[in-house]
């Protein structure tokens, strides 16, 4: 860790002592929600179904970092096992461009662990599913815009075609990152300026006007939904803000490991493309951070609605509610923001911590629970939310069921306990 990068721990720990009390229960949390996702056989082989490839991506990134962070050699060895019999499964999805072409965005957050392993292992096979998803990254639809369809659905391309979700920016941006200069074949929607493009031509059509992010647009303006003018879906959706947040941080944080690796003076391209994301960030994070100050005054706590732009909101019948994963990520990029020293301002790193912590607070109490057996199980997790059908309003969103042990939601609590056993030291 650079000075720098120990100044501002230090500075966070500080600050956590100043605005909130660390949860005198947090240590360990994350090893045994690992531990119970791994009993549960969750995460063992890749799905290409429904939220399949996302949830694989997050648990394959909460994987990453317990291996790092315990001391356990046990774990660390069962961990590291774990993590590379099932990225192996996911292979056999990418073996030609074209089919892979046919999967969601989230593909690529797969590709990003695959990357990392093939610098560890150098497999041949990994480099090869590597190589497939490079080529179907140069080759995915894109609206007159530019911007990158979030998935090209053969079987209901009137249902698909020309939308795009902000769920996409989790997978896309550090795949596109790693994936400039690497000897590869190279396309324009690899590197820092390209996806700081895709982030910013989301960003311009689905901040609601306040700073928050709507679900998505279509491009055509053909769904039901689409705001006449933009193509704007109507709500805020918790979860899909969280992706798009969470994938603005890993890219800052990839962009620094870039500069990190090749010299110690950002080019130009990267210099520009990192302070422009940075930028996006702070604005996103003093958004989100209105929005749960409004949550902590209704229910006097933190927590991040299922849409967050109608909070404690009821329509006939259907209740919004506080959802978990959305919560979870939010603690976790919150904290995380704060250690990597993205968030400069005082008051808002303030701010952020004791939101960050107050939401972990929330839903440990509230959603966490020990079976006799010792594993963990997390309720409260929404279910897929998509913007195909035609009418996708807020009683849309509210009706969504909820689920157990939700691989999103449980890697998302691994992801944000982590991140607060570094701060609480």
């Known amino acids: 860790m650079t000075p720098a990068k120990l100044l501002s721990l230090f500075a966070a720990i500080a600050a956590v002592a100043q605005t909130s009390q660390c949860p005198q229960n947090v240590h360990g949390q994350a090893s045994q929600m690992m531990a119970s996702n791994i009993a549960r056989s969750q995460g063992a082989a890749a799905s290409s179904s429904g939220t399949g490839l996302i949830e694989l991506g997050i648990f394959y990134q909460a994987l990453r970092e317990s291996i790092a962070a315990t001391n356990d050699t046990a774990d660390k060895q069962t961990w590291t096992a774990y993590l590379h019999n099932s990225t192996a499964t996911a292979i056999p999805l990418f073996t030609n461009a074209t089919s892979a072409i046919g999967l969601p965005l989230d593909r690529f957050s797969i590709g990003t662990e695959m990357m990392r392993q093939s610098h560890e292992t150098q497999s ?3 480099l090869s599913a590597i ?12 609206n007159t815009n530019g911007g990158l369809w979030y998935y090209d659905n053969r079987n209901n391309l009137t249902a698909y ?7 996409g920016m989790y997978s896309y941006p550090t795949f596109a990152i790693l994936s400039a200069g690497n000897g590869t074949r190279q396309s324009d929607a690899v590197g820092p300026a390209a996806v700081l493009k895709q982030l910013e031509i989301l960003a311009a059509i689905c901040d609601d ?14 769904h039901g939904w689409a705001d006449p003018e933009t193509g704007a879906s109507p709500s805020v959706w918790g979860r899909s803000q969280a992706w798009y947040t969470l994938g603005v941080l890993e890219a800052l944080e990839a962009l620094e490991a870039l500069q990190s690796a090749t010299s110690h003076v950002m080019t130009l391209d990267l210099k520009v493309s990192y302070s422009n994301m940075k930028l996006l960030f702070n604005s996103l994070i003093k958004a989100q951070i209105v929005a749960l100050e409004r949550a902590l005054q209704i229910n006097d706590r933190y927590g991040v609605w299922q849409v967050v732009d109608l909070p404690g909101a009821s329509i006939n019948g259907s209740q919004n509610f506080i959802e978990t994963s959305a919560s979870l990520m939010t603690a976790y990029f919150l904290l995380k923001s704060v250690r990597l020293n993205i968030l400069e301002d005082t008051k808002l790193r303030n701010k952020a911590i004791k939101a960050g912590v107050g939401l972990w607070e929330n839903i440990f109490e509230t959603h ?7 594993t963990l199980d997390l309720s409260g997790t929404s279910s897929i939310a998509s913007l195909s059908a035609q009418i996708v309003n807020a009683k849309y969103y ?5 689920a157990n042990n939700s691989l999103i939601g449980t890697s ?3 992801l944000a306990s982590l991140e607060l056993e570094k701060l609480c030291g």
Do not use: E
């Open 131 to 142: 190589s497939t998803l490079q080529d179907s990254l140069a080759h995915q639809p894109r």
């Open 209 to 222: 006007g306040t700073g928050l992010l709507v679900h998505g647009y279509d491009a055509l303006k053909a």
């Open 368 to 374: 966490v629970t020990r079976n006799a057996n010792g």
């Open 124 to 126: 041949a096979s990994l």
């Open 161 to 167: 075609r020309n939308l795009s979700y902000t769920d």
């Open 412 to 414: 998302a609590f691994i």
């Open 398 to 402: 509210f009706d969504r069921p909820t």
